[in-house]
């Protein structure tokens, strides 16, 4: 990982995909020990959003056409 000349940002590699199982999607890098989080639609709508576009832009799922706003009810 590095450091901006200023000090106040970090710069590192970053690894997203799509889980086709239950909509979200994974969110890791691989320079930061333990880091992986996941995202999904109906919890974090423009980031998840954001992060779909970005996957389809380089071709990868999710698909264009699917709904960004989850109708499943959250986890109790």
């Not at 590699?13 to 889980?19: G, S």
């Not at 999607?25 to 576009?53: C, N, R």
Request: glycine share 6%.
């Amino acid at each position: 990982m590095g450091i901006s000349k200023l000090g106040k940002s970090a710069y590192s590699h970053v690894a997203m995909w799509y889980d086709e199982k239950d909509g979200s999607i994974h969110v890791s890098m691989p320079d930061v020990d333990g880091f992986h989080t996941t995202v999904a639609s109906w919890q974090h709508p423009e980031l998840y959003e954001k992060l779909s576009d970005c996957l389809h832009k380089v071709g990868e799922q999710p698909a264009s056409n699917l709904s960004v706003v989850d109708n499943r009810s959250q986890p109790a």
